[in-house]
C-alpha cells in the first residue's frame, strides 16, 4: 500500500470532513458493502473519455474502493452537479496515464502508486 493506512484514518476524520464542507473537491458518493450506510469521500477526479479515473493513494483495498467494486457503481458530486458512474474498473498505470489529460499531474514516484479505478458516466 502506497501510503499507511494510519493516515488514511486521519484523511477521514480530519481532512475530509472540512474537504467536503469545503464544496471545492469532487466528492464520491457510494454505499457501504456491509453496512449499508451512504458515505462520501473527497476524491481527485480526473475526468477522462467516456468517465472519471482516480488515482488510488491507498490502494485497491481501501473501504471506498471496495464499496464501488461491489456496487458497481457511485455517484461523483462534481463541478456542482452530481452524476452516475458504473463499470468500476481497476487500472495499471500505463492505461491511466495515457487516459488522463496531459496537464493533469502524475502522482510523485515516491508514493509507488500503480493501481487507479476508471469508471463509466451514465449520461442523462
Given amino acids: 500500500m502506497p501510503m499507511p493506512k494510519w493516515w488514511g484514518h486521519v484523511n477521514k476524520t480530519v481532512f475530509n470532513p472540512r474537504a467536503i464542507a469545503g464544496g471545492k ?8 458493502r456491509v ?17 472519471y479515473l482516480f488515482v488510488l493513494v491507498y490502494g485497491s483495498r481501501s473501504d471506498w474502493v471496495r464499496n464501488v467494486l461491489a ?6 458530486r462534481v463541478d456542482g452537479r ?10 495499471g498505470e500505463d492505461e491511466a496515464f495515457q487516459a488522463m489529460p496531459k496537464e493533469a499531474a502524475r502522482p510523485p514516484k515516491v508514493l509507488r502508486i500503480t493501481e487507479f479505478l476508471r469508471m463509466d458516466l451514465v449520461e442523462g
Fill in 71 to 76: 456496487a458497481d457503481g457511485a455517484r461523483l
Fill in 82 to 91: 452530481e452524476v452516475r458512474l458504473v463499470y468500476p474498473r481497476l487500472v
Fill in 35 to 51: 453496512s449499508g450506510v451512504t458515505y462520501r469521500t473527497p476524491l481527485d477526479a480526473y475526468p477522462v473519455d467516456g468517465g
Fill in 25 to 32: 473537491w469532487p466528492v464520491l458518493i457510494h454505499v457501504g
